[in-house]
C-alpha cells in the first residue's frame, strides 16, 4: 500500500469537493491507486509504475470510478519552451487516455494548459513509444477562440459534498469542472461561453442625453446614470427580481407610452425598484450614504420627479436597445470596471470638478503594484483617505487574487483578513458625495461573487459601508485624528487635494479646535501639505504611503519645514516624475512619493533614493486618451520593486541605472530640506531629448525664421493648387458617383480570430525568425514585439491583409503586406474571398477611418470587432450595380494625396514650434 496515500489520510477517500474526489499526489503508482480502489482496475501494463501529480475522480460505485482529470506540475524554469510544454502534455495525456480521464491540466504554478484528451485529433497527434501506438488530444478552448487558462484553485482541506457550502474559489472550479465534462467531447474541444459586452458606450450615450436634457452638472448626470446601470444590472444578475426587476418596469412602458404612462412608470420605479434596491444594500447608519443616489429622476427626499419621466422612459430604451444588440449585462467585458468613470472625464464642462477625484487607471495600477498590499497579511490596516470613486482602495481586488478573495464569503460571514477604508468628505449636495459612486463602483468589482450570493446583499451593503466613509464636514478626513495606536494604517495609497485656495477656511477651523491646532503644528502651504501631515501621522511605525502631490510641495520655500517633517519621520524610498498632463482636470506637474514611517525618530537612513521620469503611461495625454504601447509605468515598477530588494547593496545605482536611463538611484544628502527635491533637474538637457522627454531645439535667427515662413508660405500655396485641383475634379465627378452601403460583416470574414496570448520578449527571443509581429503602434512600419518562427503552435498568422487597432492608433487601419503575426490588441480585417478582386483595400482603409472617426471611437470606446463589423461605409457601383474597382481606385489615391499634403503642412507647423529664436544674427 502506498506510504503516501496512509500519511495523507487518502486510503478511504481523497479531498472532498462535492460530487469528485481530489488526490494531491506525487508518488504513489498507478498501479497502488488501483489496490486503493481509486483508479479503473486493470492492467496498466508498462504504465503501472507511473505516478501522477494529482487526480480528481467522481465515485461510482467502489469498482467503477470515473477519472475527471489527471494533474501533471512541472517546477518552475521546465516550462518556458514550446518544446517543454509539449513534453509535458504528452506525457499527461499519456495518463490520461489509460485512466479514460476526461480532462489533463497541465502547470508549473504559474501557467495552466487544459487539454481534451479524448478528441481525435489529427493536428495534434504523437507516436507513444512506450506502447508503439499513435496518441492525439486537443487544446480546450473557449468559443472566441482563446485558449483556456484557468488556474487549478482548490482549499485545503475542503472535505464538503454540498457545492452551496464551497469556498468562492473552490466552487468556481467545481463549476468550471461541471462545464467542461458537460461540453467537451470526443469531437469537440471548444466550451461556449456567452459573449464578453463592453456597456461604456451605452453609459455614454444616456450621460449625453441626460445632460443635454437637463443642462445638469456632468457630475449629476453621472449619479443617474450609474443609478440607471446598477438597476439594470442587479436585474440581470437575478438579485432584483419581479416585481421590483428592469422588465416589470418596462413592460409598463410598453402598456402605456404616453406622458401620464410615463409618469407612472416612474412613479413605479421609485415606489418599488428603487426602495427595492435600498431595502437589499441599506444606506450607512452613519452618512446615509447607499449604492445609488441619482436626484433628476428623484428629488432629496426619494420621491419621482415626474418633469423627467419621459427622459427616464427614453433611457430606458436605451437600455433596452442595447440588450437586444449585445447582450444582459451579466456577463460584462471585466475592463469596465476599471473603465466606468474614464468615459465622462472627456466631456467639457465640469470635467476638471470630475477629474479632482480621479487618477487615471495605469497610474493607479501601477502604484498598487510598487505598494506591495498583496503582502499586507491579518490585522493589517489600509487607507485611501481621500478616495473619490474609490480607485485605489478597489484595483487591488481587480489585481491580485488574494485581495480579491478577502471578500468571499464563508457561510454568511464576509471577513476581509486585511481592513481596507475609504475616506471622502461631502454634503447633503449630491456633486459632493462621490462616496456613493465608491460604493456602487465596490459593487460592480465585487458583481461576480454578490451574483453567487444573492441572499447576502445586506453583508455585501455592510462591507460597503464600512470600507467607505463620508465625512459631512469642512475639514472632511483632516477632521478625524487617531484615537490610538489602533487607529494607525500599515499603507496608505492616495491623491490628495492640492489647491491653496480654500486653505484658510480649513485652516480657521482647525485654529478654533486645540487638539486639531495641536495635531498640525507643521504649517505647511496648501491644502496638499495638511493631507500629507495627516498621512504621515497617521501611518503606523515601518507603515509605507504612496502619494500622489504636485510639484510645489517639493520646491516651495516656504515647504522647508514640512520636507523636514517628512525626513525626521519617515525614510524617503521614491520621487516618481509624472509627465504633465497626466490628470485629466490638470496640465500641473505631479510626482510619486514613496515613504516609509520610521519606527524610532533617532533611526537614520542609510539607504539611496529611486527616481525615475516617467514620459508615457500607457496613453495619449490629450482630451481623447488613446491607448499607446510606449507605456514607462511598467518599467518604473519593474526597476522600483528591484530596488527594494537590493537598496542597501553598494552596487544598486550602478545595477539599476545601467538597465535604463530613465532612472537615477540618488544618496539622501541631495534631499535637504531647504532645496528643490524636484527630481528632473538631475537628468541634462540632452540626457531628456534622449529619453523623448523634451524636444532638441533648434537656435535660429530671427532672419531664418522668416526665411523658414516664407518657405512654409510658399509651401501652403502649393499645396492650396493640388487641393484646388481635387476639388474641381470632384465637383465634376463626385456628383456622378453612386455608392452602395454596406456594413463591414457583408465583405470581411470576422471569424478571422487575433492571437489571445500576449507576446513576451522572453517568448519571441525563445522563438526568433523573420515573420514581423506588429502590435497596435501608431506608426504601420513600427514591429514592436520582434520577429518570430514560422508556423509556431498557438499563434496565427496573417497574409496581406488590412488590420484594426483595438488600442493605441484607434481609429487607423494599416495594410500589411506578407506574412506577419499580430498582438491581442490587433484585429485582422480579412476579405471574404469574393470581394478580393474588386475592392480596393486603400480605398477601404481610408473609408473606414472616416466612419470610425464619426462614430468618435476612441479611449473610452474603443470599436471592438463586434461594433466593428456593424460600421456602415460607402463603396461606388457602376451602371450594373456592381463595385467599381476602378473609382475605388481613383478615390483611394484623391484621399492619399489629401493625407500627404495634411502631414506635411502638420509637419512644417511642428518642426517651427521646436524653433529657439535667438536676436544673435550670425545663428
Not at 45 to 73: F, M, Q, S
Not at 89 to 114: F, H, P, R
Not at 623 to 643: A, G, H, K, P
Request: proline share 3%; charged share 30%.
Amino acid at each position: 500500500m502506498s506510504e503516501e496515500l496512509q500519511a495523507k489520510h487518502y486510503l478511504k477517500s481523497g479531498q472532498i469537493i462535492g460530487n469528485y474526489e481530489y488526490f494531491n499526489i506525487g508518488s504513489t503508482t498507478l498501479n497502488q491507486l488501483v489496490k486503493a480502489g481509486f483508479i479503473p482496475n486493470k492492467d496498466y501494463k508498462e504504465y503501472g509504475i507511473r505516478k501522477p501529480d494529482g487526480l480528481i475522480i467522481k465515485r461510482g460505485d467502489k469498482k467503477n470510478p470515473i477519472v475527471i482529470a489527471v494533474l501533471e506540475d512541472k517546477q518552475k524554469g521546465k516550462f518556458n519552451k514550446t518544446k517543454e510544454k509539449k513534453e509535458a502534455i504528452e506525457q499527461c495525456n499519456d495518463i490520461c487516455q489509460e485512466l479514460n480521464a476526461k480532462i489533463g491540466i497541465i502547470t508549473d504554478s504559474n501557467e495552466y494548459i487544459w487539454i481534451n484528451p479524448q478528441h481525435i485529433n489529427n493536428k495534434n497527434n504523437y507516436f507513444d513509444k512506450t506502447i508503439g501506438k499513435l496518441r492525439s488530444y486537443s487544446l480546450i478552448t473557449l468559443n472566441s477562440g482563446d485558449i483556456l487558462r484557468e488556474s487549478f484553485q482548490i482549499d485545503s482541506p475542503t472535505n464538503e459534498r454540498n457545492v452551496e457550502k464551497l469556498s468562492i474559489k473552490t466552487k468556481e472550479f467545481y463549476e468550471l469542472l461541471e462545464g467542461i465534462v458537460e461540453k467537451i467531447s470526443d469531437n469537440n474541444s471548444i466550451l461556449t461561453e456567452g459573449k464578453k459586452i463592453d456597456p461604456l458606450p451605452l453609459a455614454r450615450r444616456v450621460w449625453q442625453n441626460i445632460w443635454i436634457a437637463t443642462g445638469k452638472s456632468p457630475e449629476k448626470c453621472l449619479y443617474n446614470v450609474v443609478e440607471l446601470f446598477i438597476f439594470k444590472f442587479l436585474s440581470d444578475l437575478g438579485i432584483l427580481q419581479a416585481p421590483h426587476d428592469f422588465y416589470t418596469v418596462y413592460q409598463l412602458y410598453q402598456k402605456d407610452s404616453t406622458k401620464r404612462g410615463s409618469d407612472n412608470v416612474l412613479t413605479y420605479y421609485t415606489k418599488n425598484s428603487r426602495e427595492e434596491i435600498i431595502k437589499l444594500f441599506p444606506a450607512s447608519s452613519l452618512d446615509n450614504t447607499s449604492i445609488i443616489n441619482g436626484t433628476i429622476f428623484v428629488n432629496e427626499r426619494g420621491e419621482p420627479n415626474l418633469s423627467q419621466s419621459i427622459l427616464f422612459v427614453n433611457s430606458l430604451k436605451q437600455f433596452r436597445e442595447f440588450e437586444l444588440e449585445y447582450g444582459k449585462f451579466n456577463n460584462i467585458n471585466r475592463d469596465f470596471k476599471t473603465k466606468l468613470y474614464e468615459t465622462f472625464l472627456k466631456q467639457t464642462a465640469g470635467s476638471k470638478k470630475l477629474g479632482q477625484f480621479f487618477t487615471p487607471r495605469k497610474v493607479v495600477q501601477a502604484i498598487i503594484k510598487i505598494s506591495d498590499i498583496d503582502k499586507l497579511t491579518d490585522g493589517q490596516r489600509f487607507c485611501d483617505p481621500f478616495c473619490g470613486v474609490g480607485g485605489f482602495v478597489l484595483e487591488p481586488l481587480n489585481i491580485y487574487k488574494n485581495r480579491f478573495e478577502d471578500f468571499s464569503p464563508h457561510g454568511s460571514l464576509i471577513k476581509p483578513s486585511i481592513t481596507y477604508i475609504g475616506y471622502d468628505k461631502g454634503f447633503e449636495s449630491d456633486e459632493e458625495r462621490t462616496i456613493i459612486l465608491a460604493k456602487a463602483n465596490m459593487l460592480i468589482y465585487l458583481a461576480e461573487t454578490i451574483s453567487k450570493n444573492r441572499n447576502l446583499t445586506g453583508v455585501f451593503a455592510r462591507i460597503f459601508n464600512e470600507t467607505f466613509k463620508l465625512w459631512k464636514t469642512n475639514l472632511g478626513t483632516l477632521g478625524q485624528i487617531p484615537e490610538s495606536d489602533k487607529n494607525l494604517f500599515d499603507l496608505i495609497i492616495t491623491n490628495p487635494p492640492y489647491v491653496t485656495k480654500g486653505k484658510r477656511t480649513l485652516t480657521n477651523e482647525i485654529e478654533k479646535d486645540l487638539q486639531l491646532k495641536n495635531f498640525y503644528s507643521v504649517n505647511a502651504i496648501g491644502i496638499e501639505g495638511l493631507c500629507l501631515e495627516w498621512i504621515v501621522k497617521n501611518l503606523k511605525k515601518g507603515g509605507k504611503a504612496f502619494i500622489v502631490i504636485p510639484d510645489g510641495l517639493l520646491n516651495r520655500k516656504n515647504d522647508t519645514k514640512l520636507r523636514k517633517f517628512i525626513l525626521d519621520e519617515c525614510y524617503l524610498d521614491a520621487i516618481i516624475s509624472l509627465p504633465r498632463k497626466t490628470f485629466f482636470a490638470t496640465s500641473k506637474k505631479t510626482y510619486i512619493l514613496a515613504i516609509s514611517k520610521k519606527k524610532t525618530l533617532t533611526e537614520k537612513q542609510q539607504s539611496p533614493v529611486f527616481t525615475y521620469l516617467v514620459t508615457n503611461i500607457g496613453e495619449t495625454l490629450d482630451t481623447n486618451r488613446f491607448e499607446i504601447e510606449e507605456n514607462d509605468l511598467r518599467e518604473m515598477v519593474s526597476m522600483f520593486n528591484q530596488f527594494k530588494g537590493i537598496k542597501h547593496e553598494k552596487g544598486v545605482k550602478q545595477i539599476l541605472e545601467k538597465q535604463s536611463k530613465r532612472c537615477k538611484i540618488q544618496p539622501l544628502k541631495l534631499f535637504q530640506p531647504s532645496g528643490s527635491w524636484k527630481i528632473d533637474r538631475w537628468w541634462t538637457k540632452e540626457e531628456k531629448v534622449e529619453l523623448g522627454i523634451e524636444e532638441e531645439a533648434k537656435v535660429v535667427s530671427i532672419e531664418k525664421l522668416i526665411e523658414y515662413i516664407e518657405q512654409t508660405k510658399n509651401y501652403l500655396q502649393t499645396n492650396i493648387g493640388v487641393l484646388e485641383k481635387i476639388k474641381a475634379d470632384g465637383d465634376n465627378l463626385l456628383s456622378k458617383i453612386v455608392y452602395k452601403k454596406v456594413k463591414l460583416d457583408e465583405i470581411i470574414d470576422f471569424s478571422v480570430k487575433t492571437n489571445t496570448s500576449k507576446f513576451t520578449k522572453s517568448f519571441v527571443n525563445d522563438n526568433k525568425g523573420d515573420i514581423p509581429v506588429y502590435s497596435a503602434s501608431q506608426k504601420s512600419d513600427v514591429v514592436s514585439y520582434g520577429y518570430v518562427e514560422d508556423g509556431l503552435p498557438n499563434v496565427r498568422y496573417f497574409n496581406g491583409c488590412m488590420t484594426w487597432n483595438i488600442d493605441g492608433s484607434i481609429g487607423t487601419v494599416f495594410i500589411r503586406e506578407g506574412r506577419f503575426s499580430l498582438s491581442e490588441k490587433v484585429v485582422p480585417l480579412v476579405l471574404f474571398k469574393q470581394y478580393e478582386s474588386v475592392l480596393d483595400k486603400k480605398y477601404l482603409k481610408y473609408s473606414i477611418q472616416k466612419e470610425a472617426k464619426i462614430k468618435d471611437f476612441g479611449f473610452s470606446d474603443k470599436a471592438s470587432k463586434y461594433q466593428l463589423r456593424e460600421l456602415l461605409i460607402k463603396i461606388p457601383i457602376g451602371k450594373d450595380g456592381k463595385f467599381d474597382l476602378g473609382l475605388q481606385k481613383y478615390l483611394a489615391d484623391k484621399y492619399e494625396v489629401l493625407e500627404i499634403n495634411k502631414q506635411g503642412i502638420l509637419n512644417k507647423l511642428d518642426q517651427m514650434s521646436n524653433f529657439e529664436v535667438t536676436l544673435d544674427t550670425k545663428s
